[in-house]
């Protein structure tokens, strides 16, 4: 590998906010904050969501407010019938 022209390769700590769940993964990242996690201080990112909060690897269903955008769609626009 030539000298000088690949980034820094460090353990990053990061926190998916939406489960709590805090993970710690190599990466290349450059990050502004530090944050102390088992004893030790890391390269700190923020999530909205990774594994441990999106419904397909958690299995959970989470049912989209369709219903809601529909009777918001005819409520606005039932002034309109004929």
Excluded: C
């Excluded at 390269?43 to 407010?65: C, K, M, N, W």
């Excluded at 219903?67 to 004929?82: H, I, L, M, T, W």
């Amino acid at each position: 590998m030539r000298v000088n022209i690949h980034p820094q390769y460090q353990e990053v700590l990061f926190h998916d906010t939406n489960a709590d769940a805090y993970f710690i993964i190599g990466s290349t990242i450059q990050t502004k904050h530090n944050k102390e996690y088992q004893g030790k201080s890391y390269p700190y990112v923020t999530l909205d969501i990774s594994s441990a909060s999106h419904p397909f690897y958690t299995g959970e269903v989470r049912q989209v407010g369709n219903e809601g955008r529909v009777a918001s769609f005819n409520k606005r626009f039932s002034r309109f019938k004929r």
